[in-house]
């Protein structure tokens, strides 16, 4: 959306979980930037190749782990969601799974400012035709706190905000009637004779 408008009309983000919105009035100079940066990636690097997530991996999916770190993203009880455990374990026993992991913890980390979430909705605010922005958020999200969405949301007041009760990070799964039909009912409203 900030860098191909013409390919996007509306963006729904459900949360938005960039870790880069706590530091939202965080300012370096370009300097202390780059010295920084390349300081951030060469540790976010090391500790992630060093890390054994061949082991721990394979090991958290097969054992009680996977349902305490699932029953974080769900405000209702996981403990009997078999078809849950299920989609989520037989990824995180596959032999590429460390590496996946490993990449997408070593990408988040080190990816440029310009394409972490602060800098694209500060480049969305400036543009005079932006597109429609949702962001849905379960009220109880013990992992991307609502008091984040709440505090986007009041900076960028253009931004449609909507919190789903009952529900912790994984709206579009624990909540999928509330939240399917808020959608469609906000695309419907929104993309209005865009079709």
């Known amino acids: 959306a900030a860098f191909r408008p013409d390919l996007v009309s509306s963006v729904v983000a459900a949360p938005l979980p960039d870790p880069a919105l706590l530091k939202l009035n965080e300012l370096a100079s370009e300097d202390e930037e780059n010295f920084c940066n390349r300081l951030k990636i060469f540790f976010v690097k090391t500790f992630f190749y060093l890390m054994p997530l061949e082991l721990f991996v394979p090991f958290i999916a097969s054992t009680p782990f996977i349902k305490i770190g699932l029953q974080a993203a769900y405000s209702r009880s996981v403990k009997k969601d078999k078809e849950l455990l299920r989609i989520v374990s037989l990824p995180a026993k596959r032999p590429t799974a460390a590496r996946a992991l490993r990449a997408m913890c070593i990408g988040m980390s080190v990816r440029p400012m310009y394409i972490k979430a602060p800098a694209l909705l500060r ?24 008091s984040l969405g709440e505090s986007v949301f009041k900076k960028h007041p253009w ?11 994984c709206p579009h799964d624990e909540s999928p009637l509330k939240f399917n039909n808020y959608v469609l009912k906000w695309l419907e409203l929104n993309l209005e004779g865009e079709a």
Request: zero cysteines.
């Open 123 to 146: 480049k969305l605010s400036k543009r005079s035709n932006r597109p429609r922005v949702l962001m849905i958020w379960g009220r109880e999200d013990r992992l991307v706190p609502l």
């Open 159 to 169: 931004i449609d905000f909507f919190a789903i009760e009952s529900t912790g990070h």
